[in-house]
């Protein structure tokens, strides 16, 4: 009973924020868990009809976070290798969306991710169209995974007004 209360309390602050355009809340709760060989939608809001798992995309403003996960090491998976994937139905146009990472799961404690031996932040700014698709797509591969948790910090929003859903996958 708890967890269905919870998830509904989460699904009225992720609706909440998508009806005032703001894209998901930081949820000051438990965040969701990416288990190894799992992934969790960062962006874009689920809904099921059927047995069919439904995601459809957002349009996260500036200075707005994602979804947060927690990224923890398992006895099967030592090491932590996480992917980024974001999906735009069409040209997204020019954006920067960064990676953060923390050690624990307080907004104050995530810093954006820096390519290694730079001070230059991992941060995407366009994405390419897949062949056959249509989508544009933008992906971040990152091996090894420092931080205990993870999300997207949108610095600024896309150009083109464009629903995004981002995966994070290990």
Same mark, same amino acid.
Do not use: H
């Given at each position: 009973?708890?967890?269905?209360?919870?998830?509904?309390?989460?699904?009225?602050?992720?609706?909440?924020?998508?009806?005032?355009?703001?894209?998901?809340?930081?949820?000051?709760?438990?965040?969701? @868990?990416? !288990?190894?060989?799992?992934?969790?939608?960062? %962006?874009?809001?689920?809904?099921?009809? *059927?047995?069919?798992?439904? /995601? #459809?995309?957002?349009?996260?403003?500036?200075?707005?976070?994602?979804?947060?996960?927690?990224?923890p090491?398992?006895?099967?998976?030592?090491?932590?290798?996480?992917?980024?994937?974001?999906?735009?139905?069409?040209?997204?146009?020019?954006?920067?969306?960064?990676? @953060?990472? !923390?050690?624990?799961?307080?907004?104050?404690? %995530?810093?954006?991710?820096?390519?290694? *031996?730079?001070?230059?932040? /991992? #941060?995407?700014?366009?994405?390419?169209?897949?062949?056959g698709?249509?989508n544009?797509?933008?992906?971040?591969?990152?091996?090894?995974?420092?931080?205990?948790?993870?999300?997207?910090?949108?610095?600024?929003?896309?150009?083109?007004?464009?629903?995004?859903?981002?995966?994070?996958?290990?």
């Amino acid at each position: 009973m708890r967890k269905r209360i919870q998830s509904g309390v989460a699904v009225f602050f992720v609706l909440a924020a998508a009806l005032l355009g703001l894209g998901p809340a930081y949820q000051a709760g438990k965040p969701l @868990q990416l !288990a190894p060989k799992s992934c969790q939608y960062l %962006y874009g809001t689920s809904a099921t009809s *059927g047995f069919t798992q439904v /995601i #459809t995309g957002e349009q996260p403003a500036t200075g707005t976070f994602s979804q947060q996960v927690n990224i923890p090491v398992s006895d099967q998976q030592t090491t932590r290798n996480i992917q980024f994937t974001l999906v735009w139905a069409s040209n997204p146009g020019a954006m920067s969306i960064q990676i @953060q990472d !923390a050690d624990q799961d307080v907004a104050a404690n %995530y810093v954006s991710v820096v390519s290694p *031996g730079t001070s230059t932040p /991992i #941060t995407i700014t366009s994405a390419a169209q897949a062949p056959g698709s249509g989508n544009y797509i933008a992906r971040v591969e990152l091996n090894p995974w420092q931080g205990n948790f993870a999300r997207l910090y949108v610095a600024t929003q896309p150009a083109n007004a464009v629903n995004m859903t981002a995966l994070v996958c290990r």
